[in-house]
């Protein structure tokens, strides 16, 4: 996708803002694709390439992917193994397995007035006169994590 807008989600704990620290945790980030810097802003749905990486508009932090640029190899050469769960395999992980991105946005969130906050995600790529959207981000999943 070349931008991902939640649905309003609940904070949890959203009563108290006295948390010591907020994480939005994104699983299964691909990365076999083109490299990219994907910005993260709360409760600002409309976020492009464009908009100013700062809190009045909602940025919370950003996390990097340094990609593989699509697959070189022979069919079949960049396909995950499904066997890597078994865990007595000693063996490394598939070098395109995806990733894991953890985004703290503590103080970004301690910003957010209501008991919900909407999750925009703006995948950008350089571009030669300003940055690019482009259609790289994919990931199956997010969760915001609160601790004490």
């Keep these: 996708m070349d931008r991902y807008v939640s649905e309003p989600i609940e904070i949890p704990g959203a009563e108290r803002a006295d948390f010591s620290r907020a994480d939005i945790v994104f699983e299964k980030v691909d990365h076999s694709g083109e ?38 190899g022979d069919e079949g050469h960049c396909d995950l193994p499904e066997d890597q769960n078994d865990p007595e395999d000693q063996r490394l992980l598939h070098p395109l397995t995806p990733h894991t991105k953890v985004v703290r946005v503590t103080s970004a969130l301690k910003q957010i007035p209501g008991p919900t906050v909407q999750v925009t995600v703006v995948p950008v790529l350089p571009g030669e006169d300003a940055p690019q959207r482009e259609d790289v981000l994919f990931f199956e999943s997010f969760d915001l994590t609160i601790y004490d």
Excluded: K, R, W
Aim: glycine content about 18%.
């Design 35 to 72: 490299s990219f810097t994907a910005h993260v802003f709360l409760n600002n749905p409309d976020a492009d390439e464009h908009t100013p990486l700062d809190g009045d508009n909602g940025y919370a932090g950003s996390f990097g992917i340094f990609g593989h640029g699509g697959c070189a």
